[in-house]
């Protein structure tokens, strides 16, 4: 009878412990507005719903551009983050102050999937890991119609003057030549960032010259290009008429249904077309945005956002438990199903077999050595807040090229002194 009580008592001792340790929990997650992001999220939650139906979790969205960089920074310096939220990585990353504001992501049994290139651009300065690659590594170039280039016998261009070329083509047939979405000002940033591949080869060591504060944008004339890029196809009058108010989702939609020949972008808009235009997929191609010289043909390539945890929350050890699952090839595997729109940064995680035209017009960029390049803001960690309002004015003849890219000199300078950058 002793025995029996004995092992009775254990073995209710035993569930509670189980069910004290697996008890309900709700996570809280905080991601932006993209299409492409909720997909993602909905299937790798799914699928950890799956292995854990005792977690839930409560999404929240946040805006895009500056007034989402001013949120997520407001609510780490209150406490008041997510237990959960997706951000960029790189140098907006760095600007959060990641070893005290993140959770130290380095100890995680999947921690080691992360991707060399991937694991740089989300270390702290104490060299901890504090991010998980949340999606594909993105191209920055500029998405077209491939039915309006056959319609009118276009070839993709290798050169700046044929990409101009182009566009008066497709001007002088009646169609708009290129969307742009000022609604969302984000987007109007693209013909700069997008253009650092071309900076880049000229200029190997222009990223740490920048960092140093021994180059500047105003001065130095490949790095100019981006922004006189913005004023030569607004001049031309090759944009939408509704430029102003259009949105991000308008552009993708205008490009792939052939509403508009060209739109400039990353490639995670494959997301928002396989969503919303599915149909018109095959039609959607995409290129790497041009430079002088058609041998030196490149792209500028985006490392994906990540998914964090705030130092201090109530549901820490959770929040790791689900980000370490994240890190696994299985998770990673779900995403790229979900959304095959470039290549993934988990160790072995491969795409699947039938993926998108625009898929396979950027893939061979990351396939031949040298024909990539990061984009400047992984390179360096400076990177002015007020590019995207400064690029909507030259796009709307407010500015010119040239007096944007000393305001943008001026903006950077700001910020290189809030990070603490010596020689600023």
Not at 27 to 32: E, H, T, W, Y
Not at 92 to 110: H, I, M, V, W, Y
Not at 153 to 177: D, H, R, S, Y
Request: proline share 6%.
């Amino acid at each position: 009878m002793r025995m029996t009580m004995r092992t009775t008592l254990a073995s209710v001792l035993v569930a509670l412990m189980a069910s004290a340790a697996h008890a309900d929990v709700t996570l809280s997650v905080l991601l932006d507005t993209n299409s492409e992001t909720t997909a993602l999220f909905e299937a790798l939650s799914k699928s950890y719903q799956q292995k854990r139906p005792d977690v839930s979790f409560d999404v929240e969205s946040r805006p895009g551009g500056s007034e989402g960089d001013n949120l997520v920074k407001t609510r780490l310096a209150t406490g008041e983050m997510a237990d959960i939220f997706q951000y960029n990585s790189g140098s907006l990353f760095q600007a959060l102050k990641p070893e005290r504001t993140l959770a130290d992501l380095s100890g995680l049994g999947n921690a080691g999937n992360v991707t060399d290139i991937f694991r740089k651009v989300v270390t702290a300065p104490d060299g901890t890991l504090r991010g998980i690659p949340f999606g594909p590594a993105m191209g920055g170039g500029i998405f077209y119609n491939r039915k309006i280039y056959a319609d009118l016998g276009l070839q993709v261009p290798k050169t700046w003057a044929e990409f101009m070329a182009n566009n008066a083509k497709i001007k002088a047939a009646g169609k708009v030549a290129i969307a742009q979405t000022y609604g969302d000002t984000w987007t109007s940033q693209l013909f700069v960032l997008a253009d650092f591949y071309n900076v880049s080869t000229a200029l190997p060591d222009f990223a740490t010259k920048y960092t140093a504060n021994q180059v500047k944008y105003a001065t130095t004339p490949v790095a100019l290009r981006g922004f006189e890029h913005i004023e030569e196809v607004a001049k031309a009058g090759l944009f939408n008429p509704d430029f102003g108010a259009a949105r991000f989702g308008d552009g993708m939609r205008m490009v792939a249904t052939g509403q508009a020949a060209h739109f400039p972008m990353l490639t995670f808009g494959i997301g928002n077309v396989s969503q919303n235009n599915p149909e018109a997929l095959p039609d959607l191609g995409f290129f790497a945005q041009p430079g002088d010289d058609a041998t030196k043909n490149g792209l500028t390539i985006w490392m994906p956002s990540a998914l964090y945890a705030p130092a201090k929350s109530e549901n820490a050890a959770e929040a790791k438990k689900f980000l370490d699952w994240a890190a696994s090839r299985e998770a990673c595997e779900q995403m790229a199903a979900a959304v095959p729109s470039g290549p993934y940064l988990i160790k072995d995680c491969s795409l699947p077999k039938s993926i998108p035209q625009a898929v396979s017009d950027m893939l061979p960029y990351f396939e031949t050595a040298g024909r990539t390049a990061p984009a400047l803001e992984f390179l360096s960690p400076i990177k002015g807040p007020a590019l995207e309002q400064i690029t909507v004015e030259v796009g709307s003849g407010i500015r010119s090229a040239r007096d944007a890219a000393a305001l943008y000199d001026q903006d950077v300078q700001k910020q290189a002194k809030q990070l603490g950058l010596p020689n600023w």
